[in-house]
């Protein structure tokens, strides 16, 4: 099952920066303004991890943490607090409200989604399957082998990323821009062909010994892990 992270903030850059970065790590993300919008959400479809920011309009960050720690619904959901005040005593009063977590800002997004995947691994480690299955198709994070059909398949580190992506959104077509920025990340120049080449280099690993291309060329679109044929 796919995690569903609640997302509260109320800088709006932040918000959805936080989002694509989540949802791009292969979450289900929801996102609320304020903490008063937090609690609704929170009642309406209990998530399974909270980042929660601590300075928020109307129901302070502090607060929603308190309230979500008195439901039963959502008592044990984890929570990782966000906020700028870095001193040892507002640490300490935020990890005695009940979260699970606390993170200064600024931060990087990379640090951000390695503390999601911790926190879900110590505290809900069924929500923080490292192994994806699509298909006939195996891929083992912790591990980094890859199996389709039961045969184990060696990949290099970026047709390993690559393969990751496309395995966590199944069916989804993605132009070359879009995996470049996922797999190589937004900060590295590389030129948009370069896809291409790592996508060849992909199929013909996976296909080697099995029958089907589980790649799917889209033309003028990009490229989408074809579930069917997988």
Not at 6 to 24: G, P, Q, R, S
């Amino acid at each position: 099952m796919t995690p569903y992270v609640l997302v509260v903030e109320d800088e709006d850059a932040l918000a959805t920066l936080l989002h694509y970065n989540l949802d791009k790590e292969g979450y289900q993300i929801g996102v609320a303004g304020d903490g008063e919008e937090a609690l609704t959400m929170a009642s309406e479809r209990a998530p399974d991890l909270v980042i929660l920011d601590w300075m928020l309009p109307k129901v302070s960050g502090i607060e929603v943490c308190r309230r979500l720690r008195g439901r039963a619904e959502t008592r044990n959901v984890p929570i990782i607090m966000l906020t700028a005040r870095g001193e040892e005593s507002d640490r300490i009063r935020g990890l005695d409200t009940g979260a699970d977590d606390y993170v200064v800002k600024p931060f990087s997004m990379v640090e951000l989604t390695a503390r999601v995947r911790a926190v879900l691994r110590r505290i809900r480690p069924g929500l923080a399957d490292d192994r994806i299955t699509v298909g006939d198709i195996i891929i083992d994070r912790v591990a980094h082998r890859v199996k389709r059909q039961g045969k184990e398949i060696h990949l290099g580190p970026t047709e390993f990323r690559l393969l990751d992506y496309l395995m966590q959104h199944p069916g989804r077509v993605f132009s070359r821009e879009q995996l470049l920025d996922a797999v190589w990340g937004s900060d590295v120049y590389v030129e948009a062909r370069t896809v291409d080449v790592h996508i060849g280099r992909l199929r013909k690993a996976l296909n080697g010994s099995a029958d089907g291309d589980p790649i799917r060329t889209v033309r003028s679109a990009g490229y989408s892990l074809d579930v069917e044929a997988a």
